[in-house]
């Protein structure tokens, strides 16, 4: 292929013995380069769209109540921070919901009602959630209770050495000559 195919302005009569070949070569490669450092770096300069809000009071209350809701696909995250589907399901159905005039208890109520109290974030003290809030404490003194127990087996295994006679007199002449 003739470099005159791709570089139709190049001269290549041969005056100035390759230079206009090297000299186009490097242009392209300079070209290429500073072109795919361009479309790297686009990424960096994006930012993700902020939500559209007919009304912003009830974006905001909406944001504020989707912040003590779990969402039920990530688990560690609210709703607020999940980019999962339904999590966008579930802030539509809020936003709807606060159109309709319904207060924040009533919202929230509806989505334990559906959900149930895992969708809280700070779920309710109630004979259903109590291994939720005692749990952790129930394991723990579970693991110190097995701790003291193996720690008192494992020393009724271990047996002190019986002295000789001779051990035990050598040891009675050691302290004597510590208190003499």
Request: net charge neutral.
């Amino acid at each position: 292929m003739s470099p005159t195919l791709l570089f139709p302005s190049l001269d290549i009569s041969g005056a100035c013995n390759g230079w206009g070949i090297r000299h186009a070569f490097f242009s392209a490669i300079r070209f290429t380069f500073l072109l795919a450092l361009i479309l790297a770096l686009a990424p960096a300069w994006a930012k993700e769209a902020a939500p559209v809000a007919e009304d912003p009071e009830v974006e905001r209350r909406m944001i504020d109540l989707s912040e003590d809701l779990r969402c039920l696909v990530c688990q560690n995250e609210t709703i607020a921070a999940s980019r999962a589907d339904f999590a966008n399901d579930l802030r539509r159905e809020i936003r709807e919901q606060m159109q309709a005039n319904k207060s924040d208890k009533e919202i929230v109520d509806f989505l334990v009602a559906r959900y149930g109290d895992f969708v809280l974030y700070r779920p309710p003290f109630k004979s259903t959630t109590l291994l939720l809030w005692f749990g952790p404490f129930i394991l723990l003194l579970g693991g110190a209770i097995a701790l003291l127990v193996y720690l008192k087996q494992r020393r009724k295994q271990i047996q002190e050495p019986a002295l000789s006679d001779q051990e035990l007199k050598h040891a009675e002449d050691l302290l004597k000559e510590r208190k003499g």
